[in-house]
């Protein structure tokens, strides 16, 4: 049943995955979660899936890693849905040219995020879809939607990532109470960033997270059900955003090495679309400086190559 | 000889020259360079150059404009050819996240401007072509590789708006002096801000600059001669830089709404490429307030949805 | 018993409280704490008090205000009590060249405040007074601090204000989550703010006030008791602190035209100190768009300038 | 003749002299003026002028040396005297939180510097001065103000330095481009430059300084002729701009140690004022890392608190 395109990429992720194995610098653990800090280096997974349905997976790619700041695609979705085009009054649409914690953006532009992929963004955007509710009751909002999307409904939120979180992050209390300051934020801080820690520290699988980004990948369908999750043009929307501002001040970077809109997190996890042909999700818990994984760069790099699905030309 | 492809695009390329016809709110004109400040807004030409050829111009795509910091791409494509990779130590490959001409990113990063397509960053790339030569060698090699890639030895270089820029051009003095205290040029402030200044001032049609944007669109190679301008990786990553850092602070609102690589200039002018498929080049001297030209934006974005364009999906 | 230069003064005095009266223009009272925008800016209140202890109070002079701000040169002075020169390694000496409630600076320095008269920096060093105990116990330290200066037991704190200020006081919580990321807060984040936003919220009025100034008019010395408060180097230097950074960014403002220590707050109270000559408490609720009482600087000016008390030349 | 006062004084400087000699850590000297950089660092020059006229002069004080940009103190006299108020539409009066040679604060200025004393607010007051002279005619009414406060016509110009900083100067010609962007300055930037470059390079002893600082130590006047040099009122101004800007981004901690006036060049010089009581230069070349005389301000604070000359209390 395989044709020689999926055996070609069949190639070309066990390529990768026997290269990754080799290499040695293998990046740093993000240390400022203390969970995260004792995650090993040596992990490496991959999972491709193609338009048609075929599934590559190799290395690692069926260990659940904490997802972290990819989840910012999917709470971006889910606001889009739930409040349109309202949602870029509190949140913009450039790259910010700074780290993924930077507040000093935040003052210069009055409390409003540059785009939905830093962490002050991401905050605005989890803001939105509580919009009232209980903490409770939105979490399990977006971890219904993580589940739907990712066709598996075993995915789920790992407390002692969200705790830790919880515990330590007083940068990210910063960004909220600043945008408080601002009104950009309706809810109570506290219940904010409590729905922000906590969809932040669903821990997926890299074959859980290719399954959950095929709609962008696919004009906006989810192809198990044959319906839209979102219009076509919604999906090339959110697609672009991840190439400019999905990698904090390396997505200049990314798109420059891989070619590919993508988010990465800081548990060392990259969801990349080739639009029209896959959806890939890799992981390798080691870090560069920017914060993006090391090994899930290198990897995306060279896959991308191999089966010419740059956007940018053959 | 026209197939349906080409009447679909014959027919998007007139009904967006109608259009734009018609709108009212046609953005201002830039007024820091006095010789730019006098072109009346009501101008709007349009060029696509398809793969195969076929070439389609509309409007005043035949007059002549200042094509401004369009000329970054085919310089940073001239100087990647002399210096290779070693370019990449004066100058980086993120979006700066601030407007053209600003000064505060260079003291951040010990005068390394954050890309070739910020006016800091275009000025360090012309002078490592200037390298040791003469001002008017330099001038010389550029202009004829414009002429080469437009297939058009009648390209020429505005000398009244070169000598208005230099008469006023201060703050990119600024940026050039500063980055020479930290040693990021080479050669005397005067002569890089002489070239620089003369590069911009060059003068072209839409069709002209479409002509000279073809090998972006086709893999490196140029039509006319089948000889590679540059090797199709380089095509993809010139192409990537446009699109996260070719508008300025308005580059991720292009990618979001456009969806193609794009260069803008000051004058108005658009250069766009679509991967496999098109190069476009549109102009309207109306900018909006990042420096983009408002009605080149809106009639890439119609053009790249009427044809499905885009590089993020259908 | 009074002599020619209490006579002085109390003219002097007499004809600023007739000249506030008459302003028309007297700022605008602050906004950002409910409690505090309701004040009206009719009221105008001056205390002067000699070295030799002669008190001349004018206008509203003996009406209570909210301190705010002014308590920082007081928390300051204790906290160097409990941890003398140890306290420099959380908090800066220079003039931040930024608004009062900047967050900008924190992020280029690493979480250390430019000086202990911003509120980061104030923050900070509440943060070294708590050390451990409880809010209470600490805040009950200040209060008494400040009776035993005052030499009257009925100074205490309004807690209305102080309740205002903790529903509504996200940029401060910000800042203090932001130090905190940086480790330059020991205590619970909420912990150090309840005792911050309680000591702000203090109520004294301008003769209470003077009073409280007046070891750093006479050597660091309490003419009540005729004991160190603190040593006269020390004396010196936080009023050498008050010239630099007791205005935020119109700190360089109030020297010039003043030419006295000052710390101001944004209930409209300045404390200003004319060494070795008098401790001077003015009070009126317009602020200025630097944050600073309007009314209470230009009274500063004439009373420095009438009594020759400039500490630049007389 | 000698009175005790002036017994003290000699022994003050002369026990300063003999513990400066011992220092072994000198600071390092300024190397961006490679004609400053050859300087030994084991030169201490140390002159007081008291009010009454005595004058002690102790280590190198007789030797000159670069004054740099203590030259502002007294281009900033010359241009109030000759344009008045109407230099602060052009200059500001705040401490700028920045190194000497900072741009950020100019971008978010729009073009206005911080203070007189920064290098960019020393430019745009050499600016005034010009109004439209030629570079020669400004430069010559500067030196000779200078020999006139100094009583003596031998103060020159040191060309070598002149033309050192002239050929290396380019990050002042960045802010001088960068302000005549925003239409600070009126003449060309090469003049103002020039102007700028050659006051700065003004050779002067300590005693020499001293001299020539007595004005300000003194309501304004020169002992030498008994008339004023400026009003009382401006004398009180330019201390308390000294005070609060006249050591860069070390301004705080000079008030903060020293407690005078004072403003320093990277030559390793400083002028000090204890007003009504002397006028100090010390001169050392080693610089700590903000810019300023290490040893210099050593000796400072020893002297300032052996003779009881803080401006902030006894």
Redesign the interface.
Known sequence: MMGSSVGKLQTAVEEIVDEMRGMSERGTVASYIPELACVDTKYFGIAVIESDGNVIVGGDGDVPFSIQSISKVFTLTLALGKVGNRLWTRV???????PFN???????EQGIP??PFINAGAIAVTDLILSGHQPREALGEILRFMQFLADDPTVTIDQEVAASEHRTG??N??????M??FGVLDNP?DFTLGVYFHHCAIAMSCRQLAMAGRF??Q??SNPSTGLAVVQ?ER???I???M???GHY?????F??RV?L?GKSGVGGGILAVA??KASIAVWSPGLDTTGNSRLGQIALEKLAKKMGW?????
């Not at 913009?92 to 700074?98: N, V």
């Not at 001040?249 to 970077?253: A, F, R």
């Not at 740059?310 to 053959?314: D, E, L, N, P």
């Open positions: 913009g649409r450039e790259p910010s040219g700074s930077s507040i000093v953006q935040l003052e210069r540059r785009n007083f940068r209390a910063a960004l909220a109470n600043y408080k300051s801080v962008l990948a004009n906006g076509p999906a090339r929307r697609n672009a955003l190439l400019t501002c001040d390396g997505s200049g970077e798109a420059y070619g809109p639009p029209g740059s956007i940018f030309g053959a």
